[in-house]
């Protein structure tokens, strides 16, 4: 695997670290339907601007799947967990995403389940749950519910993304999947919100955040990605996204970093490490035999 590759998706996850802060901070208390909607489909629609190519027929139907795992679905549980959860309940929720990645990438792909996979992926849940999680932390069950569900669909979105890719380039796949996730949710929401809330200046400044940054431009690196890289190595990846949470609060914020917090990135930054370097063992391994 190319570094630039990796490198490349690794910064996806990375900038999503900064979600939970800008959801709270510059959109509290809005609707995560509203939320969810108005990051998706101006994204999508101004990349199908740019690309100037609308997807086949034939391609509705799969489009419509993943716009609804990758965004519509994800993206409302998304909010729905970060504003009924604390920030370390959420992402500790939304950890377990790798491991159901490896199961359903079995399921779907006819993928081997690595030994070394599993024990990546457990060790990434243990490493978020240090960094980001607290004694005092509350449980609330629709927040915990929606946390679970917002996993299972990014890992379904994750395994099928890699099982159907159209050929088009990154760009134009994700003009496509923002589009339909948008589409999806928009007589969701104008049946459920039937008055468009007032926006202020942070407020809108939050959206165009989510929805050009860590909507659009992420999720182009992140399917560019999946097209190269194998799904449980990609899911990985996610542990950086509470990490940099972690990160931003501390300069941002002035968060102290406690020594479990310390020890939690550590594991998690391991976890990534033994995904990634275990996995391009057992792909070279084959070559090797083959010459």
Same mark, same amino acid.
């Given at each position: 695997m190319p570094i630039r590759t990796f490198l490349l998706t690794a910064l996806a996850p990375a900038i999503w670290g900064s979600s939970y802060i800008v959801t709270t901070t510059l959109l509290p208390g809005h609707s995560p339907l509203v939320v969810a909607l108005l990051r998706a489909?101006?994204?999508g629609l101004l990349l199908l601007v740019l690309v100037r190519r609308l997807p086949p027929l034939n391609w509705l139907p799969r489009l419509a799947v993943l716009g609804a795992l990758n965004f519509s679905l994800?993206?409302?549980?998304?909010?729905?967990?970060?504003?009924?959860l604390p920030g370390g309940v959420a992402a500790t929720l939304g950890a377990v995403q790798p491991l159901i990645v490896v199961f359903l990438s079995a399921l779907l792909l006819k993928t081997q389940i690595r030994a070394a996979a599993v024990a990546a992926a457990l060790l990434s849940i243990a490493g978020v749950a240090?960094? &980001? =999680?607290?004694p005092a932390a509350k449980l609330d069950t629709?927040?915990?519910?929606?946390g679970l569900g917002g996993a299972l669909s990014m890992a379904a979105g994750v395994v099928l993304t890699r099982k159907w890719q159209p050929p088009v380039p990154p760009l134009t796949f994700t003009a496509w999947q923002l589009t339909a996730g948008g589409l999806l949710l928009l007589p969701v929401a104008l049946w459920m919100v039937p008055e468009l809330p007032v926006f202020t200046a942070a407020n809108i400044a939050g959206l165009a955040y989510m929805s050009l940054i860590g909507?659009?431009?992420t999720y182009i690196l992140w399917f560019r990605?999946?097209?190269?890289?194998?799904?449980?190595?990609?899911s990985l990846l996610g542990v950086l996204s509470p990490l940099s949470a972690? &990160? =931003?609060?501390?300069l941002l914020l002035a968060e102290t970093l406690t020594p479990n917090q310390m020890l939690g990135a550590v594991l998690a930054l391991f976890s990534l490490w033994l995904g990634q370097s275990r996995l391009r063992l057992r792909a070279k391994r084959p070559a090797a035999q083959a010459k």
């Open positions: 489909l101006p994204a994800f993206w409302v549980l998304l909010f729905v967990s970060a504003y009924r240090l960094l &980001v =999680l607290t629709i927040g915990v519910l929606a909507g659009a431009l990605g999946l097209a190269r890289i194998e799904p449980s190595q990609v972690v &990160v =931003l609060g501390w």
